[in-house]
């Protein structure tokens, strides 16, 4: 019995010296480690000349960028121009990621900020009427004080939407008759036949920027029913109770 013990732990040991790590130790150069190998020393090798990342080509850096060298640009790209459906297209992302902040028609009034959240830029004041297009699209890439980025949610070719987007809702509260081009001139609305949702514009902006009817509710009412519940009416977080401290009786 002994002897079988013997030999089993033989083949064992002989089995396991026969196992080898290469999958594990194979052989391979350190990033930007130094290497006999070749000519120049380097382990990193150059990239065939005129080799491109996929997807990361990205030629027209006006439109990845927003700016003209460290400037933001007041010009759409080719990409993205300006007309119906991109507009459209701008609203909609608009209303998805910015109006819960700054509102659907812009004036920093969104339902967050409502909430207590940080006030958002109004759009309609000057020092925002006077910024170029390419500030807005820079801003949703990178972020701009409480604002976070959205690179990540939303594609450049949408955030140039957005910007032209801005600049239409801007447009609507500080344009001219001369912005307008002249052979088109004889199908613009007026204010009393704009519609934001359904509400009339001018109660749509009385109302600090809500789109829907459902959002248009009195002083201090809040159109959420559920939300009315859970902090007793109060429109913003401020104007709740304070909490009642732990271990206190009734009188």
Not at 143 to 161: H, K, L, S, T, V
Request: proline letters at 8%; a neutral charge; hydrophobic letters at 35%.
């Amino acid at each position: 019995m002994a002897k079988l013990r013997i030999v089993l732990g033989l083949v064992a040991l002989a089995i396991l010296v026969g196992c080898r790590n290469d999958m594990h130790d194979q052989p391979r150069f350190k990033p930007l480690a130094k290497s006999d190998f070749y000519a120049d020393l380097r382990s990193s090798r150059v990239p065939v000349e005129g080799t491109v990342a996929r997807g990361d080509l990205r030629e027209d850096s006006y439109f990845y960028t927003g700016k003209i060298g460290a400037n933001p640009g007041d010009y759409m790209p080719a990409e993205v121009p300006v007309n119906e459906e991109n507009l459209q297209r701008g609203r909609e992302r608009f209303n998805i990621y910015c109006a819960p902040c700054h509102s659907r028609v812009g004036d920093g009034n969104g339902m967050i900020v409502k909430r207590g959240y940080r006030q958002a830029a109004n759009f309609h004041q000057p020092r925002y009427l006077a910024q170029p297009v390419g500030h807005y699209f820079d801003v949703m890439s990178h972020g701009w004080g409480a604002m976070p980025d959205y690179a990540a949610q939303i594609e450049p070719a949408d955030r140039w939407a957005i910007a032209a987007y801005i600049r239409a809702l801007q447009y609507s509260q500080s344009g001219t008759m001369g912005d307008v081009p002249a052979d088109q001139r004889g199908n613009l609305q007026d204010q009393s036949q704009i519609t934001v949702e359904g509400i009339p514009l001018t109660q749509a902006l009385a109302s600090g920027g809500k789109g829907s009817s459902e959002e248009i509710s009195p002083a201090g009412a809040n159109p959420i029913p559920a939300m009315n519940k859970e902090i007793g009416g109060a429109s913003r977080p401020e104007q709740q109770a304070p909490p009642k401290e732990e271990g206190t009786k009734k009188k």
